[in-house]
C-alpha cells in the first residue's frame, strides 16, 4: 500500500475503535497487518501464523487457495484471539471492504475478552506455539522427518477428543487418596436418626482403572499409554493444548461471529460514506449474510438471534412483562449479558424461537439412498437437532472405559452414542494410529444400526463383533 492509503487506513481504525468504545465494546490493543493472499491464506490453514509444520496444513492451504483463485471463495481478514489482538488483512481488499472487516474485528476481539468460555484460553499462544514448532523441528532432525510426522498424523486423527475442563477441575487420575480424618469420639452426633455408613473393604472393591470413564484421551494416553518416548508425550500434550486454545471458538462460532455481524453493521451506519462506499458495503454485507441451502450459515443465523434478543427485550409483549418482569429497553444490556455467559448451544436452545426458525426456514434433512430430504420442519424439532449438531462441537463423545482390558493392558473405548453412527470407514482408519500410541490392542465400543458393535485392532487387522 502507499503511504497515503496507509495514512487513510489508519484514521479510519481510529474512528472504528472510537464508535465501538461508544457503543460499550472492551477490546485489547489491535495490531493489524495488511498480506498478500499467500499469507493469509497460510495462515488460514494452519490456523495460526507461528504453528508447526504439517502435511495437512499444505492440503487445507492448497484447497482454499485454489477456490480463492477462481474467485469460489474470499478470506477477507483473520483475526487472533490474543492480547494484543491481531488481525491479517487481505491486501486485496478495497478501503470500505477493510472498514467492514476492522469493525468486524473489533467485535470479535470483544467477543474473545469477554465471553466465559475463553476464560482459560492462553494469551499468548502466538509465542507459545513458535516454541512448541521450534520443538517439533528439532525433534524432526533427531528421529526422522518421517518418523514424528507419522506420529502427528496419529495423534491429529483423535485431537478432538479432549475435555476442556472449564466448569470443574480435571482430577488427576494419579493422584493420591486424600489423607483419612482423625476419628474423634463426637463422630457419631453426625448420625442422630440415621444409620452410620457402613465402612467398605477396600480389599472389596473392584479395581478399575480409570476408576471412572475419561473423556480427554489425549491427556489419558500422554500419562498412561507405555513405552512413549518422552517426544511423542511432549507432541501429544503441544496438540491437546493447541485443542483447548481452539475449542472455545469452536463451540461459540455462531454466536460469535453473528456478535460481529451485528456490530460492524451498527458500526458502519455511525461511519461516514460515500455513495459508491455505501453500495459496496451493503453488497459485501448481504453476500455474507448470505443463507445456505444445506448447511448453517453462523454469520445469519447468529446476527437474527441477536436481533431478536434485542428487539423482545427492548419491546417485550405484555405477557414477557407480566411472567419475566421485563421492563423494556433492556436489549443492549441483554446482549452483553449473553455475550458473556453463553456458548452456541445455550444460545440457540434459550434464544432460538419459532418465529426464527420459521422465517430463517431452518429444517433437518438427510440423505436417503442418493436424494436429500428435508425429515423435519417442527421449529422444536429442528431447535433440538441444532443443539445435538453442536453437542461437543459436533464431534462423537468417546471414552476411555478401561485402561486394562483383559488384564493385559489393553484399552477399551466407548462410544457414547446420541442417534448419529460413527463413520465406519474414518473408525478403521484410526483405530491403527491409536494402536500405535497406546501400543497395544485397542477396542472400541459403538452402536450401528441399533445394535451395540465391538471393533478391535490387534497391530495387525481390524474385527468386528456384534456385543
Not at 30 to 53: H, L, N, V
Not at 72 to 91: G, K, T, W
Not at 306 to 318: G, L, V, Y
Request: glycine residues 4%.
Amino acid at each position: 500500500m502507499k503511504t497515503e492509503e496507509i495514512k487513510i487506513m489508519e484514521e479510519a481504525i481510529e474512528k472504528i475503535a472510537e464508535q465501538a468504545r461508544k457503543f460499550g465494546l472492551d477490546f485489547y490493543d489491535m495490531r493489524f497487518e495488511i498480506c498478500p493472499a499467500d499469507i493469509i491464506y497460510t495462515f488460514g490453514a494452519y490456523g495460526m501464523p507461528t504453528r508447526f509444520s504439517h502435511w495437512s496444513f499444505g492440503k487445507a492451504f492448497h484447497k482454499m487457495k485454489t477456490q480463492y483463485d477462481y474467485n469460489l471463495s474470499r478470506i477477507y481478514e483473520l483475526v487472533i484471539n490474543s492480547n494484543p489482538c491481531y488481525a491479517f488483512l487481505l491486501d486485496g481488499n478495497s478501503l470500505i471492504q477493510n472498514k467492514l472487516v476492522i469493525a468486524h474485528v473489533f467485535a470479535h476481539c470483544d467477543f474473545f475478552k469477554n465471553n466465559f468460555h475463553f476464560k482459560n484460553t492462553n494469551r499468548n499462544m502466538i509465542e507459545s506455539m513458535a516454541v512448541s514448532a521450534d520443538r517439533i523441528r528439532g525433534y524432526e532432525q533427531k528421529y526422522g522427518r518421517d518418523k514424528v510426522e507419522g506420529f502427528i498424523d496419529d495423534v491429529l486423527s483423535i485431537q478432538e477428543h479432549i475435555e476442556p475442563g472449564l466448569y470443574k477441575p480435571r482430577q488427576k487420575l494419579s493422584a493420591k487418596p486424600e489423607q483419612q480424618r482423625q476419628e474423634t469420639p463426637y463422630d457419631d452426633l453426625w448420625y442422630l436418626g440415621e444409620e452410620k455408613p457402613k465402612q467398605e473393604d477396600p480389599n472389596n472393591l473392584p479395581k478399575k482403572f480409570p476408576p471412572e470413564p475419561e473423556k480427554d484421551l489425549l491427556s489419558f494416553m500422554a500419562a498412561h499409554a507405555k513405552n512413549l518416548e518422552e517426544w511423542q508425550r511432549d507432541i501429544l500434550c503441544i496438540i491437546r493444548e493447541e485443542m483447548l486454545y481452539f475449542w472455545p471458538q469452536m463451540e461459540t462460532k455462531i454466536m460469535n461471529e453473528g456478535w460481529a455481524s451485528y456490530w460492524h453493521a451498527r458500526i458502519m451506519r455511525e461511519i461516514d460514506l460515500t455513495e459508491e462506499e455505501t453500495i459496496e458495503f451493503a453488497k459485501m454485507n448481504a453476500g455474507i449474510l448470505q443463507p445456505s441451502r444445506m448447511s448453517i450459515n453462523p454469520y445469519l443465523v447468529g446476527l437474527k438471534i441477536w436481533e431478536d434478543i434485542e428487539k423482545r427485550w427492548d419491546n417485550p409483549t405484555e405477557e414477557e412483562k407480566e411472567k419475566y418482569g421485563r421492563a423494556g429497553g433492556e436489549g443492549r444490556a441483554k446482549m452483553f449479558e449473553v455475550r458473556t455467559t453463553e456458548n452456541d448451544i445455550s444460545f440457540i436452545r434459550n434464544y432460538l424461537t419459532k418465529e426464527l426458525v420459521e422465517d430463517l426456514d431452518l429444517y433437518l434433512f438427510k440423505k436417503v439412498y442418493t436424494r436429500w430430504q428435508v425429515t423435519e420442519t417442527d421449529w422444536e424439532k429442528v431447535r433440538e437437532g441444532m443443539v445435538t449438531l453442536l453437542t461437543n462441537c459436533g464431534y462423537p463423545v468417546i471414552k476411555v472405559e478401561d485402561a486394562d482390558y483383559n488384564l493385559n493392558g489393553e484399552l477399551y473405548l466407548k462410544h457414547y452414542h446420541d442417534g448419529r453412527d460413527l463413520d465406519i470407514f474414518y473408525l478403521e482408519k484410526t483405530l491403527p494410529g491409536v494402536y500405535r500410541i497406546w501400543k497395544r490392542t485397542v477396542h472400541l465400543e459403538t452402536v450401528l444400526d441399533n445394535k451395540k458393535y465391538l471393533f478391535s485392532y490387534n497391530g495387525e487387522r481390524t474385527t468386528k463383533r456384534l456385543l
